[in-house]
């Protein structure tokens, strides 16, 4: 995942808002996606953006998206407990409908 | 959503035997399937494409005689890990993607552990 950046640790209080960020580096990525990742566990998409969006909300998740900065951020409201967990962010190169290219993923741990 | 299994979740296995890992797509056809080998605290390495009915795609410094990638059918793809080593102990994860869809469905992995 080199060209996808994502930082390692976040930690938030339970009830407060998460932001994860990511940066990445094909500005042809038609699409950009966030994934969980609970541990021991595959990834479950969680959410995605078509690159022609700036913004898009599904209940307790926005995904912002700042394509002139190559910048994509998820932001979790009302964090709970089962939040946590590991966060990717992945783009398609190219526009590709075959292949992905993922961060390095950001843990995300929620304290009580 | 879409549903994808693999079988085994995990398996134990000596030093120089081979390991079959099963992917299916359970609800939806996959006209491509990818699998992904993943270390402890990292990201998602690619290893291979796979599309039905024809050789998989082998990203650069994945052996295609080691891993050996069989897509039969529209929901099945297997990954056989041949005379494996312990170096080759990792978490496979293999994802399906319907045709012209964007969107990619990962499986549970498979926690493969070579003693």
């Known amino acids: 995942g080199e060209d996808v950046e994502q930082s390692l640790f976040l930690s938030v209080r339970e009830g407060d808002s998460s932001v994860i960020n990511c940066t990445y580096t094909d500005s042809s990525s038609t699409y950009l996606y966030w994934y969980k990742q609970e541990p021991g566990a595959g990834l479950q998409l969680l959410t995605y953006i078509f690159s022609n969006m700036d913004m898009k909300q599904d209940q307790r998740l926005t995904v912002l998206l700042n394509k002139k900065d190559k910048h994509l951020s998820l932001r979790i409201a009302d964090t709970q407990t089962g939040d946590s967990a590991i966060y990717f962010c992945?783009?398609?190169?190219?526009?590709?409908?075959?292949?992905?290219?993922f961060g390095s993923g950001t843990q995300l741990t929620v304290l009580p | 959503g879409a549903v994808v299994s693999q079988h085994p979740s995990r398996v134990i296995c000596k030093s120089g035997t081979s390991v079959k890992i099963e992917c299916r797509s359970l609800d939806f056809q996959a006209t491509t399937m990818f699998w992904y080998r993943q270390f402890p605290k990292q990201s998602l390495m690619l290893m291979a494409t796979?599309?039905?009915?024809?050789?998989?795609?082998?990203e650069q410094g994945v052996e295609k005689d080691k891993f050996l990638i069989n897509h039969a059918s529209l929901t099945l793809s297997t990954l056989t890990v041949t005379s494996a080593h312990p170096e080759d102990s990792s978490f496979y994860i293999c994802?399906?993607?319907?045709?012209?869809?964007?969107?990619?469905?990962f499986g549970p992995g498979t926690r493969l552990t070579v003693t």
């Open positions: 796979s599309n039905e009915g024809s050789k998989a795609t082998y």
């Open positions: 994802s399906a993607r319907a045709d012209s869809a964007y969107e990619q469905y």
């Open positions: 992945a783009e398609n190169p190219g526009g590709s409908a075959r292949q992905l290219t």
